[in-house]
């Protein structure tokens, strides 16, 4: 009796027009203990049926056969789209005809005179078929919980620019009008000729500070929702540049392909949010002196790329675990079906957009009423 664990018998199905010789393969597994439940079949026809009603665990077939050799029944696997180990098992397949068939994607071939090693043979194929279906599971689940990471991240992305659209009218209509208002009073107070000297310098500082509160929210709500994407991407990119070479007092040089690039909303707003995070980076990493903005539609491709002249990242940077930054942009490069690259070297850092815009037409990231801003002051990397 054999001491073989009891199992389920394997599944073959032969192709084989030789009877003698599916009488050997049966006896070869028999001495071997291997439990199998044998179909034979000789035409492609009788194969393609076998094959179709998704019995079998393995195909084993000869390669001369009457009309048609085992290649043929193996491209007749392939284009049925089921999935099942192959096996070529043949007197004289020749070595060419071997590698071909190996070439092709057939799991593995046998001579009939080394029929002891078939039961070996068909376990290896088996079990290499199993490690093939589990890594296709475990890729569909990967790009299954990608697909969900993508499609979290636009919610949270849509969540966050709608929020911080609420809180810029919110600092406009509630903070801006208060401030304004207390200026407007303050003014009257400075006005008034019976102020003593103490009074009046409380009243000037007071008014300083309102100065300058009224310009941190006026600040603040244009990079929460910056009313100057309204006037187009061309003139929003030339503002930011303008602003930041007027705060850091670095030079910053801006080159258009046009006057006026007529782009879809959604892709307006990646592109002003991927400049704008450029020189984020540039400012808090960067030790540049200059910067160079240049926006092309050339090609049918929008191409947006921030140069600048500092120290530039090694590539350790570039990987870091935690480039939340870098991969957000990455994310709302790619939803409007674009890409971001970037490049650094010691003479400095590029961070390039670019979107085809006959794609990015088809494709929305957020409507009109959902531009608010993803600069929450985090690192590229």
């Known amino acids: 009796m054999s001491d073989t664990p009891h199992r389920a018998p394997i599944r073959i199905l032969h192709l084989e027009d030789s009877r003698v010789d599916h009488a050997l393969v049966k006896f070869a597994l028999q001495r071997s203990q291997m439990p199998c439940e044998l179909t034979l079949v000789d035409t492609l026809e009788d194969f393609q049926r076998e094959l179709e009603s998704r019995t079998h665990d393995i195909v084993l077939a000869d390669y001369h056969l009457p009309g048609f050799n085992g290649l043929d029944a193996w491209e007749l696997v392939r284009h049925s789209g089921i999935v099942i180990p192959f ?12 590698v071909e068939a190996m070439h092709r994607g057939v799991d593995d071939y046998l001579l009939k005179d080394n029929m002891p090693r078939l039961a070996h043979v068909i376990e290896r194929a088996l079990e290499m078929a199993s490690t093939r279906r589990a890594k296709a599971q475990a890729d569909a689940e990967l790009a299954e ?21 609420d809180i810029a009218r919110e600092i406009h209509d509630d903070i801006g009008g208060s401030l304004a208002a207390v200026k407007l009073d303050l003014s009257w107070i400075a006005r008034r000729q019976a102020l003593d000297a103490d009074v009046r310098q409380h009243v000037d500082t007071a008014l300083e500070m309102l100065q300058h509160a009224l310009g941190a929210s006026q600040r603040i709500m244009l990079n929460l929702r910056p009313p100057i994407l309204d006037q187009g991407l061309v003139a ?47 400012l808090k990493h960067a030790h540049a002196t200059a910067v160079e903005i240049d926006l092309s539609d050339r090609e049918g491709v929008l191409t947006l790329e921030v140069s600048d002249n500092g120290r530039g990242m090694g590539p350790e940077a570039l990987r870091k675990a935690k480039s939340f930054g870098l991969l957000g942009l990455k994310e709302r490069a790619a939803k409007v079906g674009g890409w971001m690259d970037v490049s650094s070297s010691h003479r400095g850092t590029s961070v390039i957009l670019s979107v085809p815009l006959d794609t990015a037409a088809g494709q929305g990231l957020a409507d009109d009423n959902r531009e608010g801003n993803n600069h929450d002051q985090s690192d590229f990397v």
């Open 145 to 165: 919980s990608r697909q969900r990471l993508a499609e979290l991240a636009e919610h949270l992305q849509t969540s966050i620019e709608q929020e911080r659209a």
């Open 236 to 282: 929003a990119v030339q503002w930011m540049g303008a602003s930041f070479e007027k705060r850091t007092g670095m030079r910053v040089t801006v080159r258009r392909s046009a006057e006026s690039i007529d782009v879809p909303h959604d892709v307006q707003l990646v592109a002003y949010r991927t400049a704008q995070e450029a020189l984020t980076n540039v």
């Open 87 to 98: 096996v070529i098992l043949s007197g004289a397949i020749g070595e060419a005809a071997a």
